[in-house]
């Protein structure tokens, strides 16, 4: 803490393909996107919407590994503050290409199969599809491919051909991987640059409109000090009150940049995820003890949203449309929050008071989600969005039930979400399970009181009488899946068409 | 070897891997560039009493704010009528038109400074939905009616007869580039543009207009666009104008990127339909007499608003003869966004239509829709005219549709898909095979012609400019395959520049999916020319004839022997020949009298047909694509790897519309008539995991009767409609669980669960 305290740096610093960065920016906000964009003349990444929805703006961020192996992870570059990739290498569709022009094995993958059409979205795609062969030696299957494109649009092609090209880039036959030597950088140098950048300490600009404590309890201390600081983390919501609604943020603390916020830690009764771990690796925390979340889990945002957001950041958000908190409050799980050195621990169902208001005091942030690791219960969680990917809930129902050896409900929870101002319980329906055996009848008679328990809003994404019925009917879904029924279209994909021939 | 027919990949396929592709907004800029940004009403109806900048204005680093008073030229802009202000004085006409333009030295500076302006607006009464529009006569153009035969007395003595009324979703264009202008100004009042639109020519025209300068004195330049489908054919213009006028007030040059946000709430869409039907038919279901109220929303002002109508009515028979119709249309005036022409351009609107009207049929009589659109088709020699007295001379609907059923395996799927349904609770499965016929030309005739330019320089190497515009169909890429063809020459010596207003002028949108056939032909014919003067030269210089000399493959072959292209040009340069050329192509046969809507509108027309089949999950409405098969019909291939993405993308583009793209407008109380749908956060396109696991497309093995260019045929809109296939296999599947639903479209998942819980 000392050390880091007496080194600030007001110089954002990064290595930008095989080029060091160091760059003094007027607005702590300004985007990764306009960087790239206005102040490098690289264009090839593209704005297509703004606020990470659309994926032309895809970029890879990489970061050393303990190991010192680069690891890299797409990105929505429209949404990311310039200053949150201080330490990262940031490579953009410029990057890709050999030093002689050959082809990255997506780039030539995606050329060769007609997978661009206008052209526009095609270096996200390109990104994509980097990532996706970084992180995998071996070929994408078809499901695969989907999941990994699921954060980029395209109007023109259909995607056929876009969805081949990831399932072929592997094939080095045809698509040949460049060469060490040939890449626009070299990776030890890299890796030096950036453990040099790291080493150097925090991250203030100028007017400490971005403050990027390393110490945990220097992050806390500033908070505490200054209660009026925004809370940064992926930037996949605060992003968008800068691109779309262009707020004046004033400070921002970044906390991203704190090791000690990406702990996991597991024990035998529960997981622990600390504030700055992405979705990406807390849901695969939930999924190595709850497998089954697995199709939620990936109907989550999109993978560069996913890369960027943090899990607590959904919590603390507390939209009443948030994806993490029909299971959390389904899983009895709990806030850690701390204010200075002071922690107390809340259960989640406390936590939210009113629409987009919580228990947080001033000064205080949510320190870690603690979710119990059930064994022997029944967990699953389900979501309703007009497109099965990269949606926004019109409802979704969390279960957690605790069974006995004769099938009777011992305990019930229910969490909701987009039924009412805040993520909430359904005490009444889970009256109606607590001490009834599971059963067709006993899940009719919940699903009646699940139908009228809410008052929820009628809007753009589903109407008030949508969000009643379909959320009572997840519960009847739920109660048929787990007898091995196949009901679930999310999880589903591969159902044979009948009688085909092919 | 021949470059046509080659599965050549796009042109510009490297640029587009590499992020070299420049798009509008990634040309360099100039010294001194300023940014636009867009001021928008915020009422759907309002008397404008006032606009205050001052707050705007004193933002250091904003430029200038420009309002109606600033415009030079003509305060009124339009495809074809000129009725609407390019920025209004008095009336504002919908939430989210643009009020005044904020010109500052950075785009976001400018996008902030917007919000800043205030603006003091009366509320006037507004309206928003096609019923408001209908009950308050409500209109931007003229009701129109086309009528064959008897429809009404055939209708009372009809063995059967069905009413009903169907909604019809719009949609928005999403193409991936938003809106873009970059005008620079030039000495002696002349403006450059470089413009991400499908229209150079009604940009210049428009930017002329409002500027009060003549067209030789504006120049519009597009190497190529991300996307259009449409959305860029009018409505680019006005972005253009925009970023003219702030270009010339400011005398420097002036960026216009609409933010995606605002693109939405801005530009216009796809017409959402209402449809009135009263159908009469037998008990083979073949329909005797048809009676059919279209009314569509248009928006604010009629834009294209007129021809796509025109469209939908023609487009009311699909494949169907219909002896006994008469089709009203009716064209709102709502205060909304003004409407747009869309890939298919109200075709699909009409066709949606008639397959609704046939499926209803075939419902009621107990049958297989297959089998009732089938006794339904037109007749090759008898049955063979259309509502609007075409005469059909290249009906393949009928063999296409058996084909593709037997391909498919339709009948026996279907027959599985009862028994599944039979023995499956919650989740049900459904199938259709629906058609399409689409005209082919611009139903307004003089706008079927096209200019280019073929020059071939010293060296041998070919460039092209000719009027399309490339907006990922592969435009370029076909004509340059032609245009190598026809003079002889590789394809990696042709190249394409920019779509440039001084190099050819007077030129159509590139719409109506005839941007291939039309400007095709010109470039063709323009390289013939200078393919005939090259062999004139070697005939008169070895005394051979003019047949004994060919070019193929960059060679040049008499009795002699060869020559390389590139010497025989460097002879004819000093043989002082003319090495570069002009074509031009007018369609033949065509004719149509916009007064009593009959003729031959079209020269010829595209087929296909898709079979799709889902599966529906009764519990929540959530539907899924299991399979789809497709048999298309392109002609003669230019280009197959490009014809399939246009019928692949085509394809999604339309599932799109039919299932989870919905546009909503808030229709009372605070915010009345904005657009909550106004992002890809809420408005939600397909993505890859929705494309169906099987996807099979077939190419119909004949080639164009007319004389299209290499016997092809148009390809760009056609495909969207074989979409319909889903939106009916979701309608199956629905029916499967109750039989009284009434789907409307977009089937998204609460439409679905809501037709499967509602009794009518």
């Known amino acids: ?502 | 070897m021949s470059a046509s027919g080659i599965a050549n990949m796009h042109e510009s396929a490297r640029l587009h891997v590499t992020g070299q592709a420049h798009y509008t907004d990634d040309v360099p800029e100039l010294r001194g560039t300023l940014h636009c940004a867009a001021v928008l009403s915020e009422h759907a109806h309002g008397k404008l009493l006032n606009i205050d900048s001052s707050l705007a204005l004193a933002m250091p680093g904003v430029v200038a704010i420009i309002t109606a008073a600033d415009i030079p030229g003509e305060n009124a802009i339009g495809p074809i009528m000129q009725d609407e202000a390019l920025l209004p004085s008095t009336t504002l006409q919908y939430r989210g038109q643009p009020v005044a333009i904020v010109v500052a030295s950075s785009a976001k500076l400018a996008r902030i400074a917007a919000r800043a302006v205030r603006m003091n607006v009366e509320p006037l009464p507004a309206i928003v939905t096609i019923e408001q529009a209908l009950e308050a006569q409500a209109r931007v153009l003229k009701v129109r009616e086309l009528t064959r035969g008897e429809p009404r007395q055939q209708l009372d003595s009809a063995t059967h007869r069905l009413q009903g009324r169907w909604t019809l979703g719009g949609q928005e264009h999403f193409y991936l580039e938003g809106m873009v202008a970059y005008a620079m100004p030039q000495p002696e009042g002349c403006m450059r543009v470089l413009s991400s639109t499908q229209h150079p020519t009604e940009v210049q025209h428009m930017v002329a207009h409002a500027l009060g300068v003549s067209q030789t004195q504006v120049q519009v330049e597009t190497r190529r666009i991300g996307g259009g489908f449409g959305g860029k054919e009018s409505q680019s213009s006005h972005v253009a104008a925009w970023a003219a006028l702030a270009a010339h007030k400011t005398g420097k040059p002036c960026k216009l990127r609409l933010d995606r946000d605002d693109d939405f709430v801005i530009t216009g869409k796809r017409h959402d339909f209402l449809a009135d039907y009263d159908v009469g038919f037998d008990a083979h279901g073949r329909l005797t007499a048809l009676d059919v109220m279209l009314a569509s929303r248009c928006g604010f002002s009629a834009d294209l608003s007129g021809p796509v109508n025109d469209r939908a009515m023609f487009h009311i028979d699909n494949c169907y003869w219909l002896p006994h119709v008469r089709v009203v249309s009716h064209r709102c005036r709502t205060n909304t966004q003004s409407a747009t022409a869309f890939r298919g351009f109200g075709g699909p609107q009409g066709m949606a239509v008639i397959e609704q009207v046939i499926d209803d049929v075939a419902r009621f009589l107990g049958k297989d829709p297959l089998e009732v659109r089938q006794v339904n088709l037109y007749g090759k020699t008898s049955n063979n005219i259309t509502p609007y007295l075409m005469t059909i001379e290249d009906n393949i609907a009928p063999e296409l549709i058996e084909r593709l059923a037997r391909n498919a395996n339709y009948r026996t799927r279907r027959e599985a898909i009862k028994a599944f349904n039979q023995k499956s609770r919650f989740i049900k499965r459904g199938i259709s095979l629906t058609p399409l016929k689409f005209g082919i030309s611009f139903t307004a005739t003089h706008l079927n012609q096209a200019g280019a330019l073929v020059s071939v320089y010293a060296d041998g190497s070919v460039l092209i400019n000719h009027g399309g515009i490339e907006m990922g169909q592969g435009l370029h890429t076909k004509v340059m395959q032609l245009v190598a063809d026809a003079l002889g020459v590789p394809y990696a010596s042709v190249r394409i520049s920019a779509t440039d207003t001084s190099k050819v002028p007077n030129t159509s949108a590139t719409a109506a999916s005839s941007g291939t056939d039309l400007n095709g032909k010109a470039a063709q014919a323009a390289a013939l020319q200078i393919r005939e003067r090259l062999c004139q030269l070697v005939a008169s210089k070895e005394a051979c004839a003019l047949e004994q000399v060919s070019i193929a493959d960059g060679w040049v072959v008499s009795p002699k022997g060869s020559q390389a292209f590139a010497d025989v040009v460097a002879q004819a340069y000093m043989a002082r020949l003319q090495l570069w050329s002009d074509g031009f192509y007018a369609t033949p046969k065509i004719h149509y009298n916009m007064q009593t809507m009959t003729g031959r509108p079209f020269y010829y027309f595209s087929y296909g047909a898709a079979v799709s089949e889902v599966a529906l999950d009764t519990l929540t409405g959530e539907t899924r694509v299991l399979a789809v098969d497709i048999l298309h019909d392109v002609g003669r291939s230019i280009n197959p790897a490009l014809d399939r993405g246009q019928i692949e993308g085509g394809f999604i583009q339309g599932m799109g519309w039919l299932t989870t793209e919905q546009l909503v407008w808030v229709e009372q109380g605070k915010g009345l008539g904005s657009l909550s749908t106004h992002a890809p956060s809420t408005y939600k396109i397909p993505v890859a995991s929705d494309m169906p696991d099987h996807f099979a497309i077939e190419f119909w093995p004949e080639s164009n009767r007319e004389d299209a260019v290499f016997k092809s045929k148009a390809v760009g809109e056609p495909p969207l409609m074989l979409a319909l296939s889903v939106w009916h296999a979701i309608k199956d599947a629905v029916l499967a669980t109750n039989p009284q639903a009434n789907l409307q479209a977009p089937a998204t998942a609460p439409e679905v669960l809501r037709a499967l819980t509602e009794d009518f």
């Open chain 1, 1 to 502: 803490m000392e050390n880091s305290k007496q080194n600030i740096s007001s110089t954002v610093r990064f290595v930008l393909g095989g080029q060091a960065i160091a760059v003094q920016p007027a607005r702590a906000d300004q985007t990764l996107l306009e960087f790239l964009r206005e102040d490098q003349a690289l264009c090839g990444t593209k704005e297509g919407c703004a606020e990470g929805d659309c994926g032309a703006c895809t970029v890879l961020m990489g970061h050393a590994n303990e190991t010192g192996q680069l690891q890299y992870q797409a990105i929505n570059s429209c949404i990311r503050f310039l200053p949150s990739v201080h330490g990262k290498h940031i490579v953009a569709v410029e990057h890709l290409s050999g030093r002689d022009g050959a082809l990255h094995p997506a780039q030539a993958a995606l050329q060769e199969l007609h997978g661009a059409q206008c052209g526009f979205c095609t270096p996200g795609f390109v990104m994509s599809l980097a990532a996706a062969f970084a992180q995998q030696s071996t070929a994408l299957n078809a499901q695969q491919a989907m999941e990994a494109l699921s954060g980029n649009l395209c109007r023109c092609t259909g995607y056929r051909p876009i969805v081949d090209a990831a399932c072929q880039m592997h094939d080095s036959a045809r698509f040949a991987p460049l060469p060490p030597e040939q890449k626009q950088w070299q990776d030890a140098q890299v890796v030096k640059q950036l453990n040099e950048i790291c080493a150097a300490g925090t991250l203030q600009t100028a007017n400490a409109n971005w403050v990027a404590p390393r110490d945990p309890l220097e992050f806390a201390a500033f908070l505490k000090q200054h209660p009026e600081a925004q809370i940064v983390a992926g930037m996949t919501d605060v992003g968008l009150w800068v691109t779309k609604q262009h707020r004046q943020l004033g400070a921002m603390l970044y906390l991203g940049d704190v090791d000690a916020f990406r702990a996991i830690e597991t024990s035998d009764e529960l997981l622990t995820i600390h504030a700055g771990v992405t979705h990406t690796d807390a849901w695969a925390a939930l999924e190595k003890h709850y497998p089954q979340l697995q199709s939620y889990a990936q109907r989550f945002a999109s993978p560069p949203v996913r890369n960027s957001g943090t899990f607590v950041g959904n919590v603390a958000n507390g939209s009443p449309i948030g994806d993490a908190m029909p299971l959390l409050l389904a899983l009895d799980a709990r806030v850690v929050l701390q204010c200075g050195d002071d922690q107390r621990v809340l259960a989640l169902d406390a936590f939210y008071l009113a629409y987009r208001k919580t228990a947080l005091a001033s000064g205080e942030f949510v320190r870690a989600v603690q979710i119990p690791l059930l064994r022997r219960w029944h967990v699953a969680a389900y979501k309703l969005s007009k497109r099965f990917d990269q949606d926004i809930s019109a409802c979704a129902l969390g279960v957690a039930l605790r069974l006995d050896a004769q099938g009777k409900i011992e305990v019930a929870r229910l969490g909701v979400g987009g039924m009412a101002g805040i993520p909430s319980r359904a005490p009444n329906t889970e009256a109606l399970l607590n001490g009834r055996t599971w059963n067709a009848e006993t899940v009719a008679n919940a699903a009646q009181a699940l139908l009228t328990e809410f008052t929820p809003l009628s809007d753009m994404r589903a109407s008030a009488h949508y969000r009643a019925q379909a959320l009572a009917n997840l519960l009847v879904r739920d109660f048929h899946l787990a007898r091995g029924e196949t009901l679930d279209l999310a999880q589903t994909r591969q159902l044979a068409p009948l009688g085909a021939q092919s």
